[in-house]
C-alpha cells in the first residue's frame, strides 16, 4: 500500500511474533465477546438471532478495522487485498470493515521510531540527518515516511518499515484468514488461497527496500528523458532493507489537476496511460498499486511525480501476450475469441451457452469499453462504475462457476481500473484505442 496522507494517531506497532499473535487472540475474543452480548440482547428482544447477525454489528467491524489496522503490515494487507479483489463475493458489512483499512494511518511512537533507525544505522544516527521529524509525512501498511536533510544537504526522505512486519508476513497472513474463515465472515466455498499465497509473496517484496530501490532506479533510467515524469532519485549509501532514502520531490496531490483545464487534464491522463501500456506490454514491469496518492502534479511544469514502487510487478511474456489477444477479441467484438482469451488468461467462464458465460463477457466488454472506439473516451460522462455494481451483484449468484481470478490478472486489473477511477475523478478524455494501435 502506497503512503496515505497521515491524519491518524501515534500508537507502537506489535514487533515480535508472539505480540502479534496476541493482538490475533485478543481480537477474537472480543469479536467472540461482541457476538455473545448481541445475541443476548436479541433473545431479550423476542428474536431468533443469527450467526450472522452476531458477527456483523457495529462493535465487531470496529474491533476488526481497529486491530488490523494497529498491526499493519500483512494483517492490514489481507484486509486490502480482500476489500478490493472478492468484494462482490463478501457481505457488504466485511468489505466495509476492510475498506475502512485503506484510510486508517497509525504510525509509530518516537521511541519505537528511535529503536529502529538505531538498529538500522547506530547509536549516532541523527548525526547523520539534520532536522530529522520524528512525525512523519505519511503511514502506509508497511512503513512510514519522514523528511530530513541528508549528509550532504540535500531534501531527503526516508521510509521506513515498521519493525516485525517482514518477520511476520506468512503467520499474518494464516491468522488472519483462519479468523476470517472461522468467524464466517468468509462465504463458504469462496476459495482465495492463491490469492493469499500471492499476497505472501508479494508483500516479502514490498518490505525488501532494497528491492524497491531497485524498480525505483529502474524506473528514473526508463523516463529520464521523458519530460512528463518526475521519479525521486534513491541515496544507495543510505538506503537498507528496511529503510529507503531517496530525494524528496515536492509536489501537489494529483487531484489538483481537476483545476486545470480540459486539455491538461486530458494530457496529464494520456501520459499515465501511455506509460502503463509501456511497462505492461513493453517492460512487463508494472506499479501495480493505483492509489492516487502515488501521484502529484507540478503545476508550475505540468509534470507528473511518480512516487512508491514497493508494490512493482513482474508479469510473463504470455500474460501479455494473451492480454493482447483478450484485447483485440473485445475490440473486434468476437465473443468465442474473448472467452477463449479469459480462459487463457486463467478466468472461469463456465459452459458455452451458459448465461453465467454471457455476464462474464458482458463486464469485459464493458470494462474495456474505453479501448474500443477510436476517438476519446469521456470518463467524466462514464457510468462504467454503476454498470459494473450491477453485473458484480448478477456475476456473484453463479458462485458454483467462480473462483478466485488468476493473481497476474487481479494485480493488472487492480492497476487499470485504477487508472480508470482517476480518469473519471480528473473528467478526462482519452483516446485508449489510439495508444493501444502500436501494440496491437
Given at each position: ?62 474491533r ?105 508476513i ?7 484468514t ?28 514490498e518490505?525488501?527496500?532494497?528491492k ?7 524506473f ?15 541515496l ?6 528496511n ?77 501479455a501476450n494473451?492480454?493482447l ?80 481470478p488468476?493473481?497476474d ?29 502500436v501494440?496491437?
Amino acid at each position: 500500500m502506497p503512503p496515505t496522507k497521515k491524519d491518524g494517531e501515534e500508537k507502537a506497532i506489535p514487533s515480535s511474533r508472539l505480540g502479534r499473535l496476541s493482538r490475533m487472540a485478543r481480537l477474537a475474543g472480543g469479536v467472540a465477546g461482541g457476538m455473545l452480548a448481541e445475541g443476548s440482547r436479541q433473545i431479550r428482544a423476542g428474536k431468533r438471532p443469527s450467526a450472522k447477525d452476531m458477527l456483523l454489528t457495529p462493535g465487531n467491524a470496529r474491533r476488526v478495522a481497529e486491530q488490523l489496522a494497529t498491526m499493519r503490515g500483512a494483517a492490514m494487507k489481507v484486509g486490502q487485498i480482500l476489500s478490493m479483489d472478492t468484494g462482490d463475493f463478501l457481505p457488504r458489512e466485511l468489505a466495509d470493515i476492510l475498506a475502512r483499512l485503506r484510510e486508517d494511518a497509525h504510525y509509530m511512537p518516537a521511541a519505537q521510531l528511535r529503536e529502529v533507525m538505531t538498529q538500522t544505522y547506530g547509536e549516532d544516527w541523527e548525526s547523520l540527518f539534520y532536522g530529522f521529524d520524528v512525525k512523519p509525512l505519511a503511514a502506509a501498511s508497511i512503513g512510514q515516511v519522514h523528511k530530513t536533510l541528508s549528509p550532504d544537504g540535500r531534501e531527503i526522505v526516508l521510509k521506513i518499515q515498521y519493525p516485525g512486519v517482514a518477520q511476520s508476513i506468512d503467520s499474518d497472513v494464516d491468522n488472519i484468514t483462519s479468523l476470517l474463515r472461522i468467524s464466517g465472515l468468509l462465504p463458504e466455498g469462496l476459495d482465495i488461497q492463491p490469492l493469499l499465497d500471492d499476497a505472501k509473496e508479494q508483500l516479502r517484496d514490498e518490505a525488501d527496500y532494497l528491492k524497491e530501490a531497485s524498480y525505483l532506479e529502474k524506473f528514473g533510467k526508463l523516463l529520464k528523458n521523458d519530460d512528463r515524469f518526475v521519479v525521486p532519485e534513491v541515496l544507495p549509501e543510505l538506503t537498507h532493507n528496511n529503510v529507503l532514502a531517496m530525494t524528496y520531490v515536492s509536489g501537489q496531490p494529483i487531484d489538483a489537476v481537476t483545476a486545470t483545464s480540459q486539455k491538461e487534464r486530458d494530457r496529464v491522463m494520456t501520459a499515465l496511460f501511455e506509460l502503463l501500456l509501456k511497462e505492461i506490454f513493453e517492460l512487463r514491469l508494472v506499479q501495480t498499486d493505483p492509489n492516487f496518492a502515488n501521484y502529484q502534479y507540478r503545476a508550475e511544469t505540468g509534470q507528473i511525480v511518480l512516487l512508491d514502487f514497493g508494490a512493482t510487478r513482474r508479469f510473463k511474456a504470455a500474460f501479455a501476450n494473451n492480454y493482447l489477444k483478450l484485447l483485440r477479441a473485445v475490440i473486434d467484438r468476437d465473443e468465442d475469441k474473448t472467452a477463449k482469451a479469459a480462459e487463457r488468461l486463467g478466468y472461469s467462464m463456465g459452459d458455452a451457452d451458459s448465461r453465467y458465460r454471457q455476464v462474464a463477457l458482458e463486464v469485459f466488454d464493458l470494462v474495456l469499453e474505453p479501448l474500443r472506439e477510436n476517438s476519446p473516451y469521456d470518463f467524466g460522462q462514464s457510468d462504467m462504475a454503476a454498470q459494473l455494481s450491477e453485473l458484480g451483484e448478477e456475476v456473484s449468484a453463479y458462485r458454483e462457476f467462480w473462483k478466485a481470478p488468476p493473481t497476474d490478472a487481479v494485480y493488472f486489473h487492480r492497476k487499470l481500473g485504477g487508472m480508470f477511477m482517476l480518469a473519471t475523478r480528473l473528467k478526462a478524455r482519452v483516446n485508449l484505442h489510439a495508444l493501444m494501435q502500436v501494440y496491437l
